[in-house]
C-alpha cells in the first residue's frame, strides 16, 4: 500500500482504484487514459503553470534546497521567494528547516576557502503526496500525456519511481522512532550538512544522538549499511549514541547477530505500531 499512498495520498473520495491489478497498469490508467481528471484535482488550478510549474517539478525532483531549486528552476530568489510564500501559505508546501549549526564559530573563525560560499539551506517539501508524484513524473509530460501519448512518461516512471517510496518510507520510520522510543525525543527528522545527509537523527532530552538510514529495497540491509552509516557520522563529527537501520526487506543474518545496546533495526512489520 505504500506504493500507491505514496502516488495517490492525499486524494480522498476520488479514487477507484484496483489494487490487485497490475501497479503499472494501474498508473497507465489513471494517469494516461484519465489525464485531464487528475489535472483538475491539482489544487490551487494555478501551479500547473509557469513559472510555478517549473518551480515545484525542481522541488520534486530534486532534494528541496530552498536556492538549489531556485536555481534548476532558473528562477531569481526575490521570485522564488514570493512564490514559495504563497505556496505555503496555500498548504501546497511545507518547511523542513535546517539544523546544522553555522560553519562560523565567530567572527575571526577563518573558514577554508572552499566552504566559504557555503549557505546552509532549508528544504521545502509537499504536503500532499499526490503532488509530489505530479510534478516529479507527470508535469514534465503533460503535453503528451494530454495528447494521449504514453510511452515516455511510463518509461522514466518505471525506471524512477522507487524513489516516491523511499521519501515516505522515512516520514514513517521517523515517525516509528519518535513512537517506539525509551527516551522522550525533542528533535527528530532528516539532516543534512556539508557533508552528508542523513533520513533520520533525533536528539533525546538527554542530548543523546540517535542516527539512522531507512532502506526501502528488495533486498536484505547488510552490514556494510552499518559501516557506511558509521562513516558519514564520524566525516560530519556527530557523536552517536545509537545507530538505528530500518528495512522493507529485514537484515542479513551477520547484521542480526551484531545488533547490541548502540545498535536498533526495525523492518517492515515493526511499522504496525503505528495503525
Not at 549549526?101 to 528544504?123: C, F, G, M, N, W
Amino acid at each position: 500500500m505504500l506504493e500507491y499512498f505514496s502516488i495517490f495520498g492525499g486524494l480522498y473520495g476520488v479514487l477507484d482504484i484496483d489494487y490487485f491489478d497490475d501497479f503499472f497498469k494501474v498508473i497507465e490508467t489513471h494517469f494516461v487514459h484519465t489525464f485531464e481528471m487528475y489535472e483538475n484535482l491539482v489544487s490551487p488550478s494555478y501551479i500547473i503553470d509557469t513559472p510555478y510549474r517549473e518551480l515545484l517539478m525542481a522541488i520534486a525532483q530534486g532534494d528541496g534546497k530552498f536556492y538549489k531549486a531556485f536555481r534548476k528552476a532558473k528562477l531569481s530568489d526575490r521570485v522564488g521567494e514570493m512564490l514559495v510564500k504563497d505556496l505555503l501559505d496555500k498548504g501546497v508546501l511545507r518547511m523542513e528547516y535546517s539544523r546544522e549549526s553555522p560553519l562560523r564559530r565567530h567572527s575571526k573563525h577563518k573558514l577554508k576557502k572552499e566552504h566559504r560560499a557555503y549557505v546552509i539551506q532549508d528544504k521545502l517539501r509537499f504536503n500532499k503526496p499526490f503532488l509530489r508524484f505530479w510534478f516529479a513524473f507527470v508535469s514534465p509530460y503533460q503535453r503528451l500525456l494530454r495528447e494521449g501519448k504514453k510511452e515516455a512518461f511510463m518509461e522514466n516512471f518505471r525506471q524512477h519511481y522507487e524513489r516516491l517510496r523511499s521519501l515516505v518510507f522515512e516520514e514513517l520510520c521517523n515517525a516509528l522512532l519518535l513512537e517506539s522510543s525509551k527516551e522522550k525525543i525533542f528533535s527528530s527528522g532528516s539532516y543534512w550538512n556539508i557533508h552528508s545527509e542523513f533520513d533520520v537523527l533525533a536528539i533525546t532530552e538527554k542530548k543523546k544522538i540517535i542516527l539512522g538510514e531507512c532502506k526501502y529495497k528488495e533486498r536484505k540491509v547488510c552490514k556494510n549499511e552499518l559501516t557506511k552509516l558509521e562513516y558519514k557520522a564520524m566525516a560530519s563529527n556527530i557523536p552517536v549514541e545509537t545507530y538505528v537501520l530500518f528495512s522493507k526487506s529485514g537484515f542479513s543474518k551477520e547484521l542480526l547477530a551484531s545488533s547490541s545496546k548502540n545498535l536498533r533495526l526495525f523492518d517492515l512489520a515493526s511499522l504496525s505500531i503505528l495503525l
